[in-house]
């Protein structure tokens, strides 16, 4: 049995694969956001917890040796620890806001474009840098108190396996600090954005990424266990998304788009970021939007509809929602990729009373649909896409993406960012894995040809929305 954890942001989930692939088993349990004045943080030890409580659940169920572990989990935020991994404050998570402030300036003063230039990763207010810098400002006694500032996964392993110390891998370390070339951190980031007496806090990078063995807690005592890559990396190794060209959207809590590829180019709007990946030169050119089916969820609970109503409503309004338009920027600390706008917020349009419940939800999930279709843009999509996360339950909303896309989707059902933390695993104890047999697609959805030049049009009307947004935000 192989056993995939993803430490997601408001889930936390174990997955048990049999040696081809296929998903035996799954154990999930929620984690709670504190969500107050834009600032967003996370219980460590309830996270843990969740780690820990989900993998004897899985494990009573599924009671066959463990030949391996692969531990994935949410990307970017500050979880500040000590020594044995413990820790020292709240984490703040990828989606905290408070930071804004600081990143408006670096984006007024240039710091922010010549970070981006050195690294190729667009800053954004829950990423380190910003949070680091922030909490150096407003909280020195909890950097002070730390032994490190690492990753969710980071904390989690750690605690898992006893290590002595903190580590971290490429993937995780790509924002903002890493030096995408030679794959170490780039000191001179960490002095334009005034961490320089902080640098000790920054977690070793393991390349390649760390292995170990389980203390006990969760899994049997003596697992191996591997830590990493984060979740957008993992779930591209799930989906088989490997190839230069070939891209990954996560249709998840957030929207993140991805293209393989073994260039790297500095140049342009900056936004997105370059995440390195266990093959020196590989990379995923990642263009992950704040909110993907968090918008969704919240039209859904303020409109009083229950998740199994989405299917017939997206039936029952046609393209265009009746007039109906969403800007999707619901996240409070504004958006990240394809652009970073710290002020940006979602808009809606067209309402009368004659609009229904239905147009809302089409509304919106066109929005995410047009948001995607412009980060895979952005990223460089010139190959095969595949499609994941929670997103995919709804057959009708596939349907749609397909078609405000305009392309195939490879649709990649279950545990993908588990099954990619496997894999990675597998790869680095150098287990033989059939990885075509582990990637294999669930169902490929063809676009409606009409359908699709309809939202083509409608793409670059959103666009020009856009525009008009991002002027409307910096005012």
């Known amino acids: 049995m192989y056993i995939g954890i993803?430490?997601?942001?408001?889930?936390?989930?174990?997955?048990a694969f049999d040696g081809t692939g296929r998903e035996r088993a799954v154990e999930a349990r929620p984690v709670g956001l504190a969500l107050h004045g834009?600032?967003?943080?996370q219980d460590m030890e309830e996270v843990y917890g969740a780690v820990v409580a989900v993998l004897e659940e899985l494990t009573a169920r599924v009671p066959e040796p463990v030949?391996?572990?692969g531990l994935t989990g949410q990307g970017d935020g500050v979880w500040l620890v000590d020594a044995e991994g413990r820790p020292v404050r709240a984490a703040a998570s990828w989606m905290d806001g408070r930071a804004h402030e600081l990143l408006d300036q670096w984006l007024a003063d240039g710091t922010f474009e010549a970070v981006f230039r050195r690294t190729g990763g667009a800053m954004f207010p829950g990423c380190p840098g910003p949070l680091l810098a922030w909490l150096d400002r407003h909280e020195p006694e909890s950097l002070d108190a730390a032994r490190a500032a690492v990753y969710c996964k980071d904390m989690v392993f750690q605690r898992l396996t006893g290590a002595a110390r903190a580590t971290t891998d490429v993937s995780d370390a790509s924002m903002p600090f890493l030096d995408p070339r030679s794959r170490t951190y780039d000191n001179g980031v960490v002095e334009l954005l005034g961490l320089a007496h902080r640098r000790g806090l920054l977690a070793p990078v393991a390349d390649p990424i760390t292995t170990a063995e389980t203390r006990g807690e969760g899994l049997p005592s003596g697992t191996r266990i591997a830590n990493g890559p984060y979740d957008l990396p993992a779930c591209a190794l799930g989906a088989g998304v490997t190839a230069p060209g070939d891209g990954l959207l996560i249709v998840g809590t957030c929207l993140a788009a991805l293209v393989a590829t073994t260039d790297l180019d500095l140049t342009g709007e900056p936004a997105g970021l370059y995440i390195s990946t266990d093959r020196p030169g590989h990379r995923l050119r990642a263009m992950p939007a704040m909110v993907g089916t968090a918008?969704?969820?919240w039209v859904l609970s303020t409109t009083g509809v229950r998740h199994e109503e989405v299917d017939g409503l997206l039936a029952s309004t046609p393209p265009g929602a009746h007039g109906v338009r969403v800007l999707p920027y619901f996240a409070p600390s504004g958006e990240r990729a394809p652009f970073v706008e710290p002020r940006l917020r979602a808009e809606l349009t067209g309402v009368s009373l004659e609009s229904t419940r239905a147009d809302l939800v089409r509304a919106v999930c066109e929005g995410i649909g047009y948001a995607a279709r412009h980060c895979l843009e952005a990223a460089g999509l010139t190959g095969s896409l595949a499609v994941c996360g929670g997103g995919t339950r709804s057959p009708a909303w596939m349907r749609l993406l397909a078609d405000v896309l305009g392309r195939p989707l490879r649709v990649v059902e279950g545990e993908v960012g588990a099954r990619g933390a496997v894999l990675a695993a597998a790869e680095r104890y150098g287990v033989a894995l059939d990885t075509a047999?582990?990637?294999?697609?669930?169902a490929i959805v063809e676009p409606d040809p009409g359908r699709a030049a309809y939202y083509a049009k409608g793409y670059q009307e959103y666009l020009a929305r856009l525009t008009e947004a991002r002027s409307r935000a910096r005012k």
Do not use: H, I
């Open 295 to 297: 918008a969704l969820d």
């Open 38 to 41: 834009g600032v967003v943080e």
């Open 437 to 442: 047999a582990w990637t294999r697609p669930t």
């Open 6 to 15: 993803d430490v997601g942001t408001s889930m936390v989930k174990a997955a």
């Open 67 to 69: 030949e391996l572990a």
